[in-house]
């Protein structure tokens, strides 16, 4: 049997750009995209370490710093916003311009995206002051369109995160302990005793009850923590009517045993008549 070759026919592309030309042009790519990767680098160790520009008196490092971190400040805090119109009671020590519920969130909010910016920019630095024959406009935008993907994805998932907490949170999953809040002080019942008596009285009759109309002048407000401190909230109990509410209004009927020992610690600063002393 004869076998039938077919001619393949390689297209025939006209260079103006003699060989040496274009190993100095390769040799600048080399050495181009090197030195994109180290602005990169260090525009990332930068984004770390931007919280630290409040500490810093060196007006240069100060700004340096300050800028990636600004700007993801402002992404979260005003572009963007997380919610939170209100401050938290400083007795409780959960103060934070990013996700109160979600430690998690607020980690990946305040120091991650600082990196991803900063890598952004003294990326975009280098890819900018670059050779313009090797580096041209139209691969700087698609560098640049790139990058602000995966910053815009990233943002996406950290608020994703965040919304998952506050489900948790509102439906009151995995409590590990309160804190409770006098006129003066505040404190976590997190010792095993009193958490897991508190805990037992708080799960004790616990349902929601939508029908409760809500006295928010005789509500006081606690802390509940969840997952080992990894999610938290701002939560509102009613002595008198027995009710919870959580942060996103859903209001949860509690035991009276509960409702006295949130009250007997606004009162008296101690709870089961232990008073701990809190250091300043």
């Known amino acids: 049997m004869e076998e039938k070759l077919s001619e393949i026919n390689i297209p025939k592309v006209d260079c103006d750009i003699n060989d040496k030309k274009m190993l100095i042009r390769i040799n ?75 430690a998690l969130a607020t980690f990946l909010a305040e120091h991650i995206t600082p990196v991803v910016i900063g890598g ?63 006129t003066d002080r505040g404190e976590a019942i997190s010792d095993k005793e009193r958490a897991d008596e508190l805990l037992k009285s708080f799960e004790s009759g616990l349902c929601v009850d939508n029908a409760i109309t809500r006295d928010e002048e005789n509500e006081i407000p606690i802390v509940i923590v969840f997952s080992q401190g990894m999610r938290s909230m701002i939560a509102y109990v009613n002595c008198e009517a027995n009710y919870l509410v959580t942060q996103n209004g859903s209001i949860y009927h509690i035991s009276k045993e509960f409702s006295g020992y949130v009250k007997e610690y606004y009162e008296t600063g101690s709870l089961m008549g232990i008073t701990h002393i809190i250091s300043e």
């Open 120 to 182: 952004a920019i003294y990326g975009c630095l280098a890819y900018f002051t670059g050779d313009k024959r090797v580096f041209t406009m139209q691969r700087f935008v698609k560098f640049v369109s790139v990058y602000m993907g995966v910053i815009i994805l990233y943002i996406g998932c950290v608020y994703g995160i965040n919304a998952k907490a506050e489900y948790d949170n509102n439906h009151l999953y995995r409590i590990d302990y309160f804190y409770l809040a006098a």
């Open 28 to 102: 600048k790519f080399k050495a181009g995209t090197i030195r994109i990767l180290v602005f990169t680098i260090v525009g990332m160790i930068i984004g770390w370490f931007g919280y630290t520009y409040t500490t810093d008196s060196f007006i240069v490092t100060k700004i340096i710093f300050a800028i990636p971190y600004k700007i993801s400040e402002a992404i979260y805090t005003k572009i963007i916003g997380t919610g939170y119109a209100t401050s938290v009671n400083p007795l409780f020590g959960f103060e934070t311009e990013f996700f109160r519920q979600s």
